[in-house]
């Protein structure tokens, strides 16, 4: 998974709870996305970051925060957590190139 | 409005034979377009990707097409194997959007012994 690495692997939360998922990399890459993945969809973007200190929306941002203190780390929060937000999020790098690089996952279940 | 449409939600090829996988686009803003591998409970995985000025890539066994008249690309695997069972992604990315990957919904490969 190209150095990216996800914090936790499965989460389950009741509604109105809230978390923070973290994605890390261990190399010095500038562009950092997070995503979600729903059944029968493709991978929407959440929001992305282009190096430390900077956040943008992407297509579905309501109800998360993010944020890129440091650059090997970017931080997805679930403020008060709603059941249409269970998913499957993963975090991803760009490395240079056109492609970007995924972590395993994080399943969360929010009942 | 989905820019990425693949329109196969699954599909079942022999051992050996050749899969074809395709995806078709709206937005001819579109610089680069990337097939994406995945198998459950596991992220996505980089496969092959095209520029919006060729018409052909090739990496061992995958090989992607690019109609740009048509607004479609294809990928071919040749050939297939078991290992080949996955979902395979399609998804776009515009230069002036920040590199943002545009994703279809993704095809279910079967490849059958």
């Known amino acids: 998974n190209a150095g990216v690495t996800q914090t936790p692997k499965f989460r389950v939360l009741k509604t109105g709870q809230s978390m923070t998922l973290l994605c890390a990399q261990d190399?010095?890459?500038?562009?950092m996305y997070w995503y979600r993945q729903d059944p029968g969809m493709g991978l929407r973007l959440i929001h992305y970051?282009?190096?430390?200190?900077?956040?943008a929306k992407g297509e579905v941002p309501d109800g998360y925060n993010v944020s890129r203190l440091k650059k090997q780390n970017f931080l997805l929060g679930l403020e008060s957590a709603a059941p249409s937000q269970t998913s499957v999020y993963f975090c991803a790098i760009r490395t240079g190139t056109d492609a970007q690089y995924f972590g395993p996952g994080t399943r969360l279940t929010v009942l | 409005d989905q820019q990425v449409k693949q329109n196969s939600p699954s599909l079942s090829v022999q051992e050996g034979r050749i899969s074809i996988l395709n995806c078709d686009y709206t937005?001819?803003?579109?610089?680069?377009f990337l097939w994406y591998k995945k198998y459950p409970a596991e992220g996505p995985t980089f496969l092959i990707s095209i520029s919006s000025i060729k018409d052909k890539n090739e990496d061992g066994r995958f090989t992607v097409f690019l109609n740009k008249s048509a607004k479609h690309l294809s990928l071919h695997i040749v050939p297939s194997q078991p290992g080949d069972s996955a979902v395979y992604f399609c998804a776009a990315i515009s230069m002036d959007s920040n590199y943002q990957l545009i994703w279809g919904a993704g095809t279910k490969l079967i490849i059958k012994p």
């Open positions: 190399m010095n890459h500038e562009y």
């Open positions: 937005n001819s803003m579109f610089d680069y």
């Open positions: 970051s282009v190096g430390e200190g900077t956040t």
